[in-house]
């Protein structure tokens, strides 16, 4: 600002010169006019450069907000990548996840092959432990087979014996019948004895017989189980190897099984630590996304600061006479305006009127352009050509053009009918501010104020309040000597919606006793209509006021009282001086 300052005046030096080389040497007015010359001069010089200084004040937050959005946009369009990443990450954490599954799965497979592995060897050598204890049973019974059929043949031998014996009993027998026939009735007796030693013969030779029989049928089976005995031998000694294979067999499945159980158990291992990187991944993905969110919403924060700043710079150069570019003043009269717009009548309303200008209300979705011009009918003062000069939050700013003297006379006798009507409330204002000032100052020299806590500006939040409630150094001493000045001031005027004292930054220490209820936990709507004491109210027509430099200002606007709800008002204020210094301003809001 210093240096565009510097260009200013340098530039009419620089003009000065030239045009004293034009026109010779010129007397310099002294005294008094020397003095009112240079004032004047300094002025517009100071008007000039904080006028430049509210250009390049909007300059440049215009070119912040745009670098804060494009920071905003990329910052989503982060988010987005960074949103995608994450997606991505939760399908690996989730195939990981399964694939740890998995793997488990196959793990204890593993693990129950390796026991099935176990099972089967153990089973095997219980194959083998019995297989060789059958073996070693086979050959005994072989051995007592063999035995059995000696013993036979030795019985066989036995037969022959009593069977050669029975043979000559026999034939002693008969020669013993022969000798007793021969004897005659002498070897009667005889006779009877040797028959029967005969017949006990064939009877002994008879047995023999079976006996013989059935003894060489039981060598027959002897030697078949004989056969059969080395036979189960045999292939109980070929079992042998086949079982010490499957052994083996076993044997080495168990070590593969066991080998993959430990490999797997060190993929579930490693798989599990993939999982809990990606997942490790995943959180500084979801952290980074939110830290990214927070960035665009800290852009679009920081776009509203800029915003904010812009605002607060332009009404405190509104505020400076010197600083304000309007050259007439402003005044909030609501008039029906009728704009035509390519043939068409555009039904509006007037938000302030000067006799330089006016300031539009459009139907929603209306449209004027800026630098263009249009005919209007504006109700009181007649047919206006206007062109658009710019546009804002209140409206379309528009010039007046090509007015006529009727239109001039008529848009005179507007304003100045607005002035006396509204003069009786200027008074009041600046009577109100007056009683104000006396209160403090007269706590000021009672020393129940400092002025160090009269221009407290530490604003200090109030626990459990929603809206946020703050306190000040001064506050106590406001909350007493305030509100009776407040309410004697209400009741003065029927219209009066309320009265206060604002500081410069637009904070309300004090409200009148309707809205200074005590706010109700969980309603925020109603502590934002009934409690408005304690808060900073820091729009346009608050900070209007609060850094208010005139003698007075009167604005109108939408009161905003929450949950949607807007109720237009009227106000007069005017600055607020205590102890020397400009404090803020006061307040009085009348309906419409």
Not at 38 to 63: G, P, W, Y
Not at 102 to 113: C, N, T
Not at 265 to 293: K, L, M, P
Request: aromatic share 4%; hydrophobic share 45%.
């Amino acid at each position: 600002m210093i240096g565009n300052l510097k260009l200013i005046l340098g530039g009419k030096a620089r003009a000065k010169t030239v045009a004293e080389e034009a026109a010779g040497p010129s007397i310099e007015p002294t005294g008094i006019a020397a003095l009112d010359a240079d004032a004047a001069s300094s002025t517009e010089e100071l008007a000039e450069a904080l006028d430049l200084f509210n250009q390049d004040i909007s300059r440049i937050v215009k070119n912040l907000d745009t670098e804060i959005l494009r920071a905003r946009d990329h910052s989503v369009e982060a988010g987005k990548h960074l949103g995608s990443v994450q997606e991505s990450m939760g399908t690996l954490v989730n195939a990981s996840e399964k694939i740890n599954v998995e793997i488990a799965g196959v793990a204890q497979s593993a693990d129950e092959l390796n026991a099935a592995a176990d099972e089967i060897t153990k089973t095997v050598k219980g194959v083998q432990d019995r297989a060789a204890s059958t073996l070693v049973s086979a050959d005994s019974s072989a051995i007592q087979i063999e035995g059995l059929g000696q013993a036979v043949q030795h019985i066989g031998s036995l037969l022959n014996s009593i069977s050669e014996i029975a043979t000559r009993t026999n034939l002693l027998a008969l020669n013993a019948t022969i000798e007793a026939a021969r004897a005659g009735e002498a070897g009667r007796g005889f006779a009877v004895v040797a028959g029967e030693v005969k017949a006990l013969s064939v009877a002994a030779a008879q047995s023999v017989g079976a006996i013989r029989a059935r003894m060489e049928e039981l060598q027959a089976a002897s030697q078949n189980a004989i056969a059969n005995m080395h036979s189960i031998r045999e292939e109980i000694g070929g079992l042998t190897p086949i079982c010490d294979q499957i052994a083996n067999s076993a044997q080495t499945q168990r070590h593969a099984i066991g080998d993959l159980a430990g490999r797997m158990h060190n993929a579930q291992a490693a798989t599990r630590e993939v999982s809990d990187a990606v997942r490790s991944v995943e959180d500084v993905t979801a952290s980074a996304a939110a830290v990214s969110r927070t960035a665009a919403d800290l852009s679009v924060n920081a776009s509203h600061e800029a915003e904010d700043l812009e605002r607060r710079v332009v009404t405190i150069l509104r505020t400076i006479p010197a600083a304000d570019r309007r050259r007439f003043e402003r005044f909030p009269i609501d008039l029906p305006v009728r704009v035509n717009v390519g043939g068409q009548m555009l039904a509006c309303r007037s938000f302030d009127v000067s006799e330089g200008g006016i300031l539009i209300k459009l139907p929603e979705k209306a449209k004027l352009d800026s630098g263009l011009t249009y005919d209007s009918e504006i109700s009181r003062i007649g047919n206006v050509r206007l062109r658009v000069v710019g546009h804002s939050a209140l409206g379309v700013h528009c010039a007046f053009i090509d007015i006529s003297n009727s239109a001039k006379e008529a848009l005179g006798a507007t304003l100045e009918a607005f002035r006396k009507e509204n003069q009786p409330l200027i008074d009041r204002a600046q009577a109100f501010a007056g009683q104000v000032s006396e209160a403090i100052e007269a706590e000021l020299q009672a020393g129940r104020l400092s002025v160090a806590s009269l221009f407290d500006t530490d604003y200090q939040p109030l626990p459990n309040t929603d809206p946020v409630q703050l306190r000040t150094k001064y506050l106590d001493r406001f909350e007493q000597i305030l509100p009776p000045i407040y309410e004697a001031m209400l009741v003065t005027d029927s219209n009066m919606v309320f009265c206060l004292a604002v500081d410069r930054n637009a904070y309300i220490p004090v409200h009148i006793r309707k809205f200074s209820q005590p706010q109700r936990p969980g309603e925020r709507a109603w502590n934002h209509a009934n409690a408005r004491n304690r808060r900073i109210f820091d729009d346009r027509a608050g900070l209007l006021a609060a850094r208010l430099m005139r003698p007075f200002l009167i604005q109108s606007y939408n009161r905003d009282m929450g949950n949607g709800v807007f109720v237009p008002m009227k106000e007069i204020d005017a600055p607020l001086t205590i102890a020397g210094r400009h404090w803020g301003g006061v307040r009085m809001a009348y309906k419409i």
